[in-house]
Every structure is written in structure tokens, then in C-alpha cells.
């Protein structure tokens, strides 16, 4: 199978040029030198972080085909509008909806995308499927242990920030032998986004080390609100487990000691300390 990657160019085995015109157009052009002769089946490997990239995508997939790939997969690091699963208030769109409409009309073969905000996206996109996050969570695990020897695992749990969470995180404790979950509720005002009432359902975490597992970090306003309810609770380490990290807000989240996030959403420069970055790349392929 051929690979397109505009996650990662360099490692992309059809080799292209990415040009933005004046008017701010997204452009791709095929390196013809380098391209096999035999084209069937071939994978686009991207993030869709903004109209832009769901736009250069589109392009993508229409060189490919007139260049007689006759399959195009598409595998989704990071999915636009994916939060905006249903009419959050009156006057607003159904956002996936519409994102889901211009990937539907556009025939791919199969649709591959990672750690979904929920199961509402594979639900709108013909031929789709959900790469979970289990993997990614058991490689930050092992990786906090070997850089913290000392930790033991009686002291791991995985805490649910949210109720929207719970039904992953109990997938994603199964596949950790059963490791102990936090449940977390909080409430969210959708009109002004506003965040109230966290509240953790433990008595006491006395010396435990816990990693808030979630699909998404933007502000961080959830994370901080649970993390100063852990540390109350005796809390020795919080550690920010997340799939796509934006950070809109910065990486200094209040009572947060670590954060792991992959680089599905944009490319994430390690210059802070306490911030881990996994290349998507493992998970999607």
C-alpha cells in the first residue's frame, strides 16, 4: 500500500510539495519522478485541524485518483468539529454533520480516525472506524513507570474527569488489568462554557499517582477544576493523559506535575519539561 502522509512528509513514500496561494488556497503537487507505476490502493494519513486541511485533503484524494489509484483510505489523526456532535443550542449547527457530509461525498474507501470524541463521528462517516486509546495510555504508563522507578503500580489509578469519559476509561481499565478508576462529575454551562460543581467520588487517594485519561485538552479548565479536587484528597502525582493535545491556553495547568498528549491535532514543540509528545503516527498505522 502507498502512503500519503501530510502528518509527517518525510516519511511519506509519495513524495509532494505543499503550496498556499495568495488568497490562502491550499495547493498539493505530486513528485511524478518518484511515484511508482503501480497504483491501487493508497492511504492519506492527516490531521483535519481546521477547513484548511479538510480542504488540502480533498485535493489529496482528487491528484490521486487522476493519477489512477483506483482505493483511497483516509486515516484521521485529529477529526474538525468532532466535539460538535449534536445542536449544542439553538441558532448553531450540527458541526460533524456537515464535516461528515463533504468526507462522505467525497468516496473514500475507509475511514480510519483516532480516539474520536465520541461515537457519534463513526456513526455520520461511511465506512469508518475508531482506533481507541488503550494503546496510547498502556505506552505512557509504562513510560512514566520506567522514568519513576520508585512508582510502583499499587499506586497507579486512571481518573475520569467527566461522565462523558466513564465509557472509555472502563475500556481502557479492562485492557490495564483492571486498574483502579476515579470517577469525576463536574457541570458545564453550553451557552457561556463556563465550569462548576467538580467533584471526585473518593474519600481518600493518600499517596497515589493519578492520570487523568480524556480525548481532548483545549483551555484545560476541566483538568485544573479536578486536579485541585485530587490534590485535596492527598493526591502524590496528577498526570495528564490526552489524546489530542491543544492547549489553547498554554501547558501550565494549576496542580497538573505531567502532561502525555500525542501530536494529532498540530505539531507540539518539546520545550517545556513536563510535557511528553507520542508521535499519532503509531497509533494510526
Known sequence: MHTLN???PAQSD???QLITFPDGQPHIKIDMQNLQQENTVCRILTRISSPADLILVLFAKNTLEHLGFEKIELYISYLLAARMDRVMNEGEPFS???IAAVLNNAGFNKIKIFDPHSEVATALLDKSYAIDNINFV????QDYKAKNLTAGESKFCIVSPD???LKKIYKVAAALNNIHVVECMKSRDVKTGSLTGFEVFE???TGKICFIVDDICDGGGTFIGVANELKKLGTEKIILVVSHGIFSKGFDLQNVDEIYCTDSYKEIVKDVKSVNVIS???YLL
Not at 498502556?138 to 504508563?141: A, E, G, Q, R, S
Open 96 to 98: 460533524l454533520k456537515v
Open 203 to 205: 474519600k481518600d487517594l
Open 14 to 16: 509519495i513524495k509532494f
Open 280 to 282: 499519532v503516527l503509531k
Open 6 to 8: 501530510l502528518i509527517d
Open 163 to 165: 461522565a462523558g469519559a
Open 138 to 141: 498502556k505506552d505512557v504508563l
